[in-house]
């Protein structure tokens, strides 16, 4: 569950907050005035959880600053990460509908998020507005980043899996330097710890980042880069698609067909 701030926001924070936002960034002035007065910020913490399988959300959070990983669980409670989402986007497409949702939500980056309640986010995505333009659009780059997650885990090796998610994880929290430990990378990747450190222990060695303690600092940006599967690249393609309306515009066309 998100933890309220102390205080109370203003309406100018909550909108220097959303601007942060790449979605809520793009929305026409009286749609963002429309939405404001249902929108407020949170923080949320590493390890908070804010929705489980099947839950039909009252809130969608749009994060600024947090990291939010979605998680398929298996029966036995185990799971692996299928997707990010940091201010790029939103948390969970199953708003739109208002449906169950199937994954779990759980917070990797300490941070804010705005959110609004669902109620007001599909009345809003109904007017077909930017809003709906955006989720869309969203939702087809979200879809690509779960399949490619699929495909990496099934085909590359747990060091190439782990540059991915750090780059991954690198472009949405905008810092070099973060704090997470193996255990929490090896849950996310679905692996053993060992694995994750001797993985962690060649980047380190090959300079690309310095690992101490659950720190990450990325000293090599382009050769973690460099050393990555072809997935990174990928989504990352499909997510800055998303935000280019001329090299968009076959993704909009294909939707309504």
């Not at 309220?4 to 002035?29: C, F, H, K, V, Y």
């Not at 809003?124 to 997650?149: C, K, N, P």
Request: glycine share 8%; aromatic share 6%.
């Amino acid at each position: 569950m998100a933890r309220q701030p102390d205080g109370r926001a203003t309406t100018e924070g909550i909108m220097d907050e959303a601007q942060q936002n790449r979605i809520l960034s793009r929305l026409q002035p009286d749609e963002l005035n429309r939405i404001l007065p249902r929108m407020r910020r949170v923080e949320i913490f590493l390890g908070d959880v804010i929705f489980r399988d099947e839950d039909v959300l009252t809130h969608v959070y749009f994060p600024t600053t947090c990291v939010i990983s979605l998680l398929t669980n298996l029966a036995d409670g185990s799971g692996v990460e299928v997707g990010l989402v940091g201010n790029e986007g939103f948390a969970s497409l199953s708003a739109l509908i208002g449906a169950g949702e199937n994954k779990v939500g759980t917070i990797q980056h300490t941070g804010a998020a705005v959110i609004m309640d669902a109620t007001t986010f599909r009345a809003e995505v109904r007017q077909r507005g930017t809003l709906f333009e955006m989720s869309m659009r969203y939702a087809y780059a979200l879809s690509s980043q779960i399949s490619q997650s699929v495909v990496c885990n099934v085909r590359h090796s747990i060091e190439q899996r782990l540059i991915r998610w750090l780059l991954m994880h690198h472009d949405r929290v905008r810092t070099d330097e973060f704090t997470l430990t193996q255990e929490f990378i090896a849950a996310m990747l679905g692996v053993r710890r060992a694995g994750i450190s001797e993985a962690a222990k060649n980047l380190q060695n090959a300079g690309f980042i310095d690992y101490r303690r659950g720190h990450i600092l990325i000293q090599d940006r382009v050769g973690l880069e460099s050393a990555c599967c072809e997935c990174y690249a990928a989504v990352k393609n499909d997510f800055e698609l998303i935000y280019d309306v001329s090299r968009a515009a076959h993704i909009n066309a294909s939707q309504t067909q």
